[in-house]
């Protein structure tokens, strides 16, 4: 069973920074388009950062929000069968739940828990 576990939320202060870890079991992040996603209170998921998969499922690079180009990387470690996202120079904006998942994942309404982001002072 695929699964997706995320951690490393927490409660900062703007310009702060996070790391945000998400780890994989029953699948290889290697293999995946892994992304991650954030939620906030009203708002529809959006997908923040992501890795790409090209047609012959190869390495195709990284793709970011323009809300958070500059600011967030998404990192894997394979060994480990995780994935990363640091955040850097966080936003009140950026407070949300926030989610690594996989596109097929997400359109089928497959998701984690989550972990809570909250940037206030």
């Known amino acids: 069973q695929v699964q997706f576990v995320e951690s490393g939320g927490g409660l900062v202060q703007p310009g702060e920074s996070l790391r945000l870890s998400c780890v994989a079991s029953?699948?290889?992040?290697?293999?995946?388009?892994m992304g991650w996603y954030r939620q906030a209170p009203g708002n529809q998921r959006e997908l923040v950062a992501t890795f790409i998969r090209d047609s012959l499922f190869k390495d195709g690079g990284t793709n970011y929000a323009d809300s958070v180009k500059g600011r967030f990387t998404i990192s894997r470690d394979n060994a480990k069968n995780m994935v990363y996202l640091q955040m850097n120079s966080l936003k009140p904006e950026d407070t949300a739940v926030y989610y690594c998942n996989t596109p097929l994942r997400s359109q089928s309404g497959i998701w984690g828990p989550g972990t809570q982001v909250t940037v206030s002072s």
């Open positions: 029953g699948t290889l992040v290697s293999l995946l388009a």
